[in-house]
């Protein structure tokens, strides 16, 4: 298990917090990276649960929060909480942590972020742009070294600008780009005009009556450093906007070829579906800022907001929510391997499917297998923004007999499922009939219906004598092989010959 503490608790390391409790109660072995510890020396103690809590963009959280003097505890999971001042003596070996994330902003050389390797801190990563190595999922997260302390995970508009680039680059050839931050506010932007703390004049007036030009944090040095094919190619300029949260790009290129604004908006939705398949959203509506609160895509590609200025020259328009994160960057890599169809991460196994028989898998296996021991190898984490699976999850509106079923599946009949490689997920309940569908070594074939036939609906018939039968929901062109399902049936219904002489 990672053991994760977390350096700052303003708008980032609580969203970070919240999504790191969201993914400890999947209880999935891939996926038990803990945050067990929160520093910072600015919040008041009892100020911790009530900015968890409460948020004035996203709105209140869901999870049970107990403030318990020096911790919290958070859906039953405990988080520590310390209000040091001095990194060098943050006591994160109280809780054994091995990784640190800085999320203030303030420590983004390599001087202050090597200031968190104390004893038994693994590695260090940061946020901001400075000297610390920097990553970008989808762009050149491949050459992490695993040696490395400290990285960094960049700002959120680098984040937000790579992805546009490189589809502009790799199929256009940009000669000459120009881009433009639009900032959103943070908490270091002043209400009203003062002048204490600031780095700028400008920076010293109220951020909430007007919008002025600010320091860009996707300058041409870091741009050169994530792609160094742009370097000299690439300028850049920002607006700091009174708005939170959300914010925007403005990219102006020049290419050396031909790019015809039509080209250019298949190019972006290719690569949204492909391979910057959810860092990069591409979307054809008439978007506005607010419809992108709680977007995890590094950047939405608004089709509608570009202009082709010439023939070889365009403006493109990319939206993006500073708080939220990404997705899989294992599942990433994986899809990038020629053969792999589907990718099933579960409690303790990875179920990859081939694309067609015709793919060998003693071929394919070497390089899945190399790819999935180098990432863990890595130490990075293998879900960062997926939706907890709520299939079972009990609603205020459900009858009692579907609050039965889905405890049977939760408890019974789910367990044994993923003893084999697969899933089972809860669709609906409706005329007596409960539908169900089979997900990674459980999809659709025909021994799957036999599998919920004689194992699945004779078990929930047994317990819930409102269950008349039991239908699966057939994705098309899901597979499995025989073996699996069968091995399945006989455990299930092992079992409910066992529970049934009871």
């Known amino acids: 298990m990672a053991k994760i503490g977390i350096n700052g608790f303003g708008r980032l390391g609580r969203q ?31 100020c911790f649960g009530y900015l968890l809590k409460n948020d004035s963009l996203y709105g209140k959280s869901h999870m049970e929060i107990v403030e318990m003097g020096s911790c919290l505890m958070i859906d039953s999971q405990r988080v520590e909480i310390t209000s040091e001042s001095k990194i060098e003596k943050i006591p994160w070996q109280n809780c054994k942590v091995d990784y640190v994330i800085d999320t203030t902003g303030q420590n983004q050389n390599c001087n202050k972020a090597s200031a968190f390797l104390t004893e038994g801190i693994k590695k260090v990563i940061v946020t901001g742009c ?10 050149n997260h491949a050459c992490f070294d695993v040696n490395m302390k400290t990285v960094s995970a960049a700002s959120p508009s680098l984040n937000a600008v790579m992805p546009v680039l490189r589809v502009l680059h790799e199929n256009f050839q940009i000669q000459q780009a120009m881009v433009t931050e639009i900032q959103p506010l943070t908490n270091s932007d002043k209400i009203l005009d003062d002048a204490y703390g ?39 300029a920002a607006i700091k906007i009174p708005i939170p949260c959300i914010g925007a790009i403005d990219v102006t290129a020049k290419f050396g070829k031909e790019a015809p604004y039509e080209v250019i908006k298949d190019k972006f939705k290719e690569a949204s579906q492909g391979y910057l398949k959810n860092i990069l959203k591409y979307s054809e509506e008439n978007l506005v800022s607010t419809d992108i609160i709680g977007d995890p895509h590094s950047c939405v590609f608004d089709a509608k907001a570009g202009v082709a200025l010439s023939k070889c020259m365009v403006k493109v328009f990319a939206w ?20 792999v169809k589907s990718i099933f991460l579960g409690p303790d196994f990875i179920t990859v499917t081939k694309t067609d028989d015709d793919v060998e898998w ?39 007999t579907v609050q039965m079923i889905k405890e049977l599946l939760d408890t019974r009949i789910r367990p044994t499922v993923q003893e084999d490689g697969g899933d089972i997920i809860f669709v609906g309940f409706e005329d007596g009939i409960v539908k169900l569908k089979m997900q990674g070594a459980c999809s659709s074939c025909p021994s799957s219906i036999v599998t919920l036939k004689n194992g699945v609906q004779n078990m929930m018939q047994f317990y819930i004598p409102e269950v008349l039968g039991v239908e699966q929901v057939i994705d098309e062109g899901e597979k499995l092989s025989e073996s699996h399902f069968e091995k399945v049936e006989k455990q299930i219904l092992t079992r409910e010959s066992e529970e049934s002489k009871k």
């Open 362 to 400: 003693k071929l394919l296996k070497p390089e899945v297998f190399a790819i999935i021991m180098d990432f863990f190898a890595s130490g990075l984490p293998v879900l960062n923004d997926a939706t907890p699976n709520k299939d079972t999850e009990v609603y205020e509106d459900d009858d009692e």
């Open 130 to 139: 400075s000297n610390v190595p920097i990553f970008i999922v989808g762009i």
């Open 320 to 339: 993006y929510d500073s708080q939220s994160t990404y997705c899989s960057p294992l599942g990433k890599m994986l899809f990038r391997v020629e053969g």
């Open 16 to 46: 970070l917090l919240k999504i790191a409790i969201e993914k400890c109660k999947k209880k999935c072995a891939t996926d038990v990276s803990r945050v067990l510890m929160v520093n910072d020396p600015n919040v008041k103690p009892d």
């Open 198 to 236: 600031t780095t700028s004049c400008r920076s010293s007036r109220s951020s909430l009556t007007s919008f002025s030009p600010t320091q860009s944090s996707s300058g041409q040095e870091f741009v050169n450093r994530v792609m160094p094919e742009l370097e000299g190619k690439t300028a850049s």
